[in-house]
């Protein structure tokens, strides 16, 4: 499992004081080595910006890099960039304050630093974007992109910028970007990597906001946005897409173009385990063919893109609970096993063009299992609240927008 969601499981367990203090420590490893090093703050920017482009050079590139290669260049940038979060000096509150908003997880700095290192969902969306600047370019000499909910080192985009520095491809008059995020914490470390990388000529604003109220005083260009995990659960995707498409240019571009989360029904050991067994790492180009074929698809639950953001119909239940009417499904009746299987969700993101992020290439696209699924099966607990359908009924989900949002199935 890749990091964006293995960090999160575990993420609420950093509230106990003396977890904190463990994890605190790998920071001040980092300093400590800072201070050994003895290197100027010169040289430290400039490693830290050669490992933004180094990361970035392999990436874009068209041939293919072996998997070593690109986890050494990323866990360089990881190591860089913590430094710079570590001279930020946030508080033992700022760094690991974490907290679930009205439209979802609102993730610690600590634990959102990880993410830098999600190598193929940084890939998936560097290349998105990169193609997605180059077309508005063709035909604008300036675009302007808003990322919300960047997190303290905006990794989809701070690494491109640094490329693009280096290398001459496109100045700060052709790109400009606005930065946001609610966490504090984030906005100040993002400040201080900024700094550091000597980004601040295509930086706008770096503006501490919830991305699901902000209001852009310029229009937006491009929306780049990944604030999601594995499932389509907890983090406000949904709400901060839906709220800030309004200030797209007619012709403005989603950053991904599209996000399609789909069910299926699988074998847990088959799906989980015996599918991993032979390979290196978990990576779409690694699923094994049997496990391909044992699943049950369902189908897709929820399509996210620009058109279905702007016709979205919101539901709003007595308690001021917000949900989303998501796919209507007619469950398989064939499948002689169904009693034993399990509910998974996985999403599939098409950036821009043809790149991507597809099942398995991250933490965010890992399939999720949904235990409280069932399907000609009992559950085992009496008092259990859990959903029970048959093969052949209709289901119809709804995505629930606030708190923790996910999917709620509901039997027609
Ligand atoms: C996992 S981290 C960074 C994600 C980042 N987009 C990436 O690709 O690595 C999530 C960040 O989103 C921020 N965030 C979550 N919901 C938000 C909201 N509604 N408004 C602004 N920031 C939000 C959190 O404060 C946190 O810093």
């Not at 990361?55 to 860089?80: G, P």
């Not at 995990?229 to 709400?239: A, D, N, P, R, V």
């Not at 094994?288 to 996210?304: F, H, K, P, T, Y």
Request: proline letters at 4%.
């Amino acid at each position: 499992m890749n990091s964006h969601d293995s960090q999160s499981t575990a993420s609420l367990e950093y509230a106990v004081p003396q977890i904190d203090e463990l994890l605190k420590h790998s920071i001040r490893t980092q300093l400590e080595s800072l201070l050994k090093a003895k290197l100027t703050t010169g040289q430290r920017q400039l490693l830290l910006q050669k490992s933004f482009v180094d990361a970035m050079t392999l990436v874009l590139s068209d041939t293919k890099i072996e998997h070593s290669t690109l986890l050494k260049a990323f866990e360089a940038m990881y190591d860089q960039a913590v430094q710079s979060m570590a001279l930020a000096q946030l508080s033992e509150e700022l760094l690991t304050k974490q907290y679930v908003s009205a439209s979802g997880l609102i993730m610690s700095p600590h634990n959102c630093k990880h993410t830098i290192k999600d190598v193929y969902r940084i890939q998936g969306y560097a290349r998105g974007l990169d193609r997605a600047i180059h077309s508005k370019l063709k035909h604008n000499d300036s675009v302007t992109i808003l990322y919300p909910a960047c997190g303290p080192f905006a990794p989809l985009l701070l690494p491109l910028l640094s490329y693009y520095k280096e290398s001459k491809k496109f100045t700060n008059k052709q790109v400009k970007v606005i930065l946001v995020d609610v966490h504090p914490g984030a906005i100040l470390a993002l400040t201080q990597l900024v700094e550091d990388l000597q980004l601040s000529e295509y930086i706008l604003r770096i503006e501490e906001a919830d991305a699901t109220e902000y209001k852009p005083s310029e229009s937006i260009d491009i929306l780049v946005l990944e604030a999601m995990q594995h499932g389509f659960t907890k983090e406000g995707q949904l709400s901060i897409a839906k709220h800030l498409v309004q200030f797209l240019t007619i012709d403005g571009l989603m950053i991904p173009q599209n996000v399609s989360v789909r069910g299926m029904m699988v074998v847990g050991e088959t799906e989980f385990n015996q599918q991993w067994k032979q390979a290196q790492y978990s990576h779409s180009l690694n699923v094994n063919n049997d496990a391909q074929q044992d699943r049950v698809e369902l189908g897709e639950i929820l399509s996210i893109n620009k058109s279905t953001l702007l016709n979205m119909q919101e539901l709003e239940l007595q308690d001021g609970v917000k949900v989303i009417p998501a796919s209507k499904i007619k469950l398989p009746s064939s499948v002689k096993d169904m009693g034993k299987r399990i509910l998974a969700i996985y999403a599939h993101i098409d950036t821009f063009a043809d790149e991507g992020v597809e099942q398995y290439d991250s933490g965010v696209t890992h399939p999720r299992p949904d235990m409280t699924f069932y399907i000609d099966a009992k559950p085992k607990d009496i008092e259990h609240t859990h959903f029970v359908a048959h093969s052949g009924d209709m289901v119809q989900f709804y995505y629930q927008l606030s708190g923790l949002p996910g999917f709620v199935p509901v039997k027609l």
